[in-house]
Every structure is written in C-alpha cells, then in structure tokens.
C-alpha cells in the first residue's frame, strides 16, 4: 500500500496490536503472524524484527534454579550449586547471554567478602574473562563454569571439569553463552562454586547474578 | 443402609464382631472391600493430581519478547509509538523492571554488542529520557506479568525539532526482580530478556564504506567453502547490506551462488556477513554446512558443494543500502580433491601394471 507520502509493507499480523505513529500521519497495524514488517513513513522508517527470518516467535529466554542456596559451608569444603538457562531465538539471528555479578558474595551487615575465585594453586589462572583449572580445595572464592546441555553455545574456555572463572562485577558484562545463528532450546548448565578458608568471618553472604539474553543486531 | 460407625471402627480394629453392622457379610470380605476401595480412592487421587495444572514453579523464570529487534531511520521533530510484548510462560507472576542500556558492536564483527554504562559517547547523551515504554496511556518503569500473561506495550519515542542528529543503540531490558534475602548463603539470579533499538536520527549523510576482506582458503580439498566477507561501513548511521557471492569454474561458468544475509553493519563499524542459509536451521542445505559453521569461530558465509576441482572464481557483488554504492570484488580458489585423485591415480598404475604384465605374456607366447 502506498502513495505519495508513504510506502506501507506489511505482514498480516496478529499478536501484537498497535499504532505506529509520526508526525503527518498515522498507521495501523498489527503484528504476529506472517513476519516482520517495514513501515516507512514521510519522516520515518521503521524495521521491526528480522527481515530475513520469518518466525514471528518470540525471543525467549529462561532460567531455573534462580535461588542459589549454598547452606552451610564449611572451610575447604567447596559448595557445588547449578541453575539451567535454556535459550529459544527462533525470530532472532544469533544472541549472547551476559552475565555479571551485583557485588562478591557479602555479608551487607559487615562488608565481609567470599572474594572471586582466582583459581589457580600456585597463583591466579582464571580471571572474569579467562577459564582456568581451579581444583584445589585450599584455593578460595566464588566462580562459576559452563556445560553445554543442548547445543554448543557454552564459553567454549570451560575445556573440562575443573575450570571456572568469578563473575565480573557490574557495571562491566561478561558473555556465558552465545549463539551464532537460529535456534530452539539451546540450553545450558550453569556451575556455581564456593570454597572459603577458615578465617573466613562467619555470616550470611549473598548478591545478585544478572543473566541478560540479548539478540545480535 | 444405616451403619454404626463405632461398630465399624472396632470391627476395624477388630475388637467388635460383625453382627454389630447388621451386615450379611463376613470380616474378611469387608476388608477386602474397604482395601479395594481404599487403592481405587489412591488412583483417582493420583489421576487428579496429574490432570491439575502444573504448580508454580517459583524458581523459574522463562520470557519472551518480539520483536527482537526495531531498526528506526527518522527526522526530526517526531513522536514514534512502536508496539510490542512481554511474555511471561511460567506459572507464577513476574515482576519486572524496565531499562534501557545504550552498546556498542563487539569489534569481533560477528554482531555481538558490549553493553555501555553511560550515553556520554552520544550524540545527545540525554535522549534516552524522550525514549519509554507505555502501557496505554501511562509510561512504566516496571510491571508485573500475571502467569501466562502475554503483554502489548508501546515503545516510544518523542523527538523535539532541535534533537542531535546521528545514532544511538540501545538494549532495552525487561529484568525480573529479586527479593531481599537475609536467611541464607545464597545468590539470586535475576533474568533479563532484550530488545536491541537502533535509531539514526537524520538527515541521514551520504552510505558509504568498503569491503574490509573478501577471502577463501586458496586451496581446498573438498567444500563446503567457508567465505570470509568483512564489511566497514564508514557512514553516520548503520547501513542493511544485502549482496551475494558467484562462483564460476575454469570455463567461466557460473557454478554457485551464495545469498548473502541483509545484515546491519552499525555506524563505524565492521561486520562479517553470513550466508542467507544459516538463517534457516530446518532447511536441507543447513545440514550440508552445519558442520562448517560449528568448525568456524568467526562468520562465514558458506558455498555448501562438496565435490570441487580445478580452479574457481569467486566474484563478491555488495551493495550497503537499496541506493547503493555498490561494490565487487573478485578472489580465485584452487580445488584439489586429493581422497579422489589418490584413488584414480592408483587406479590407473594398477590398469598401466596390468596391461604391461598381459604385453609382456603376450609376447613370451
């Protein structure tokens, strides 16, 4: 549809039910069964989704396990806890989940900290943005690791078992996942680990991990 | 028929006898009964509980949101109401605050965005305040999903006459709230879903950009061929790129032609391009060069043939927006199938060996 002013190209969609609106003129349309759509106006253009992908589902993204109750730890005795993101970006052309942390593991009380886990033995071997082997139990802190479950979109630095890396602190971000092109249900599994020393003040330590899944542009 | 309960619940118990029901039945059939009764009443329960509705998992959080992506080219003055939704597909209520996060592309090129903390590399590093989501008339900041519920909103964005010309990205994040907790050694995980917004606010200046690195492995055994088409757009505002790549023999023929996806390439920015066949996971072709998208750490664009030989011509046709300017540009690759020629090879000093043994039997006789 079309004249001198505009060009209209659209789907006949049903899910979302609007109007797309600049200065001169007014459209309706509606959204959510055949596509993405073009809207294109005297004094402006718009794309909504993806023009190349004709899924209209919705970026989906989500996570169980968001409570992460480490109980009770006992010095030199890491705490294992797992939550499990699961990830749908069928009407979008790859994605990256970021993750990052509010603050170390803290008592608010005090501001006593389980700091982030360097990892190595014999010095630091992981960093926010670097896996490294963290396997001894005399080695402190907090960090985590990635499995794949479903697909391969996992930090591919997690290479075995033993390697983690701390969360980066916000306001900076750090991708776990990262999905290059289309997909359903990709999932993965989300280690935490927790290893503190004796002199380790007592408390109850807590803070927030943010994971945000955002489609690549 | 009229029971006596305390009579039942003796003979139960077996303190009382049976004539004191007024039943003509015996202990054991009465037993028998209240067990089968007892299993039927268990498997009705059972059948119930199945067929109620999944209780509410508070330790999930599963979201959706379209679209996933706005691309606005505008002027100014404007006021755009763009609409979209929130979907929450747990069993419980989700509330969720609302923000917007201005990035920047990942120098990778493969379209990954850094998260910024701040508007001051803006051109108007106030514009994120003429940009909010409303629910009908009222502008939020956060919001509740009922189970299930799926929730139409508007983006908006009011422009005065006077506002800063050139672009500005944003993510715009619905986050899922976490509670205080003061009981435990725990962490909570918030869950955050987003839509990425890319606004050039014009006049737009002239397209205009370049092909970073068109290239292939110089020499192949076999395909598919992994492409690597690296564009810079050097332009004010971010430019849709649509083009493809054509493959012709030794003859000139032409072979092959890879589609390549209209992907946006942000201002100042490069960007690998991909092939138009990884957008489309369930198509046959995918299967054929699934395998070569899982080699590759970077983006490629991917010719899926398998059985190459000699030398080819691969002419790169781009073009960075509908008005161009466009740009070509040629490389040639060489296609060796060693598995294939070791086989004929050997194949034939097997056939020179046997003809030359039948020769020489030949003039013995």
Request: proline share 11%; with cysteine; net charge negative.
């Given at each position: 549809m079309s004249n001198d002013n505009y060009i209209i190209q659209m789907g006949n969609l049903n899910s979302i039910a609007g109007a797309p609106t600049g200065s001169g003129f007014e459209l309706n349309y509606t959204v959510g069964q055949t596509g993405p759509g073009l809207y294109t106006g005297a004094n402006f253009k718009v794309r909504a989704g993806?023009?190349?992908?004709s899924s209209i589902i919705p970026f989906r993204f989500s996570l169980t396990g968001n409570f992460i109750d480490f109980g009770s730890i006992d010095p030199t005795f890491p705490v294992l806890r797992s939550s499990t993101l699961t990830i749908s970006?069928?009407?979008?052309f790859g994605y990256q989940v970021t993750a990052f942390q509010n603050?170390?593991?803290?008592?608010?009380?005090?501001?006593q900290e389980i700091p982030p886990t360097a990892?190595?033995?014999?010095?630091?071997?992981?960093?926010p943005t670097t896996a490294g082997p963290w396997t001894s139990s005399l080695t402190y802190g907090f960090g985590y690791r990635c499995d794949n479950v479903?697909?391969?979109?996992?930090?591919?630095?997690?290479?075995?078992?033993?390697y983690f890396k701390p969360f980066i602190s916000s306001p900076a971000t750090a991708i776990v996942m990262n999905g290059v092109n289309v997909g359903r249900n990709k999932q993965a599994k989300i280690t935490y680990k927790v290893n503190i020393s004796g002199a380790q003040p007592a408390g109850l330590y807590t803070n927030i991990i943010n994971y945000i899944a955002i489609p690549k542009f | 028929m009229k029971i006596d309960l305390i009579a039942l619940i003796n003979l139960i118990s077996k303190?009382?006898?049976?004539s004191k029901l007024g039943l003509e039945i015996s202990l054991d059939q009465l037993e028998i009964r209240i067990i089968r009764n007892l299993i039927l009443l268990i498997l009705i329960s059972l059948i119930l509980s199945l067929k109620?509705?999944?209780?509410?998992?508070?330790?999930s959080v599963d979201l959706g949101i379209y679209p996933p992506i706005f691309q606005i080219q505008t002027v100014v003055p404007n006021d755009i109401k763009l609409p979209f939704f929130i979907e929450n597909f747990q069993d419980a209520s989700v509330p969720l605050s609302i923000s917007l996060r201005p990035f920047m592309a990942d120098p990778?090129?493969?379209g990954n965005i850094i998260l910024q903390?701040?508007?001051?590399?803006?051109?108007?590093?106030?514009?994120?305040?003429r940009i909010q989501v409303s629910d009908g008339k009222n502008s939020i900041q956060s919001l509740i999903l009922s189970p299930k519920q799926k929730k139409s909103l508007i983006l908006e964005i009011n422009l005065p006459g006077n506002e800063a010309k050139g672009d500005y990205y944003f993510s715009l994040i619905f986050s899922s709230d976490t509670q205080n907790v003061n009981d435990a050694n725990a962490s909570q995980a918030s869950v955050g879903i987003a839509s990425n917004i890319l606004l050039s606010v014009g006049p737009l200046g002239e397209t205009k950009g370049y092909i970073e690195d068109f290239s292939a492995?110089?020499?192949?055994?076999?395909?598919p061929i992994p492409f690597t088409v690296k564009v810079k757009n050097t332009s004010d505002h971010f430019i849709t790129v649509k083009g493809d790549i054509v493959i012709k023999n030794v003859f000139g023929q032409s072979i092959g032609k890879v589609e390549l996806l209209p992907v946006n390439v942000l201002a100042n920015t490069l960007r690998r391009i991909p092939d138009?066949?990884?957008?489309?996971?369930?198509?046959?072709d995918y299967q054929k060069i699934k395998a070569e998208i899982d080699k590759n750490d970077s983006t490629v664009a991917i010719w899926p043939e398998k059985f190459l030989v000699g030398p080819y011509t691969a002419t790169l046709t781009l073009a960075l927006s509908d008005s161009g300017p466009l740009y070509k540009k040629d490389i040639i690759f060489f296609a060796f199938p060693t598995e294939y020629l070791l086989g004929i090879l050997i194949i034939i000093i097997v056939v020179i060996f046997i003809v030359s043994r039948v020769r020489q039997k030949a003039r013995e006789v």
């Open positions: 993806f023009q190349y992908i970006n069928g009407s979008a603050h170390n593991l803290r008592v608010d009380a005090t501001g990892c190595g033995d014999l010095g630091p071997s992981c960093t479903a697909g391969a979109d996992c930090d591919s630095q997690f290479t075995n078992s033993t | 303190k009382a006898p049976i109620s509705p999944t209780v509410a998992n508070a330790q990778d090129g493969n903390n701040d508007t001051s590399s803006f051109p108007d590093p106030f514009l994120p305040q492995p110089p020499l192949v055994t076999q395909g138009s066949i990884q957008a489309d996971p369930n198509s046959k």
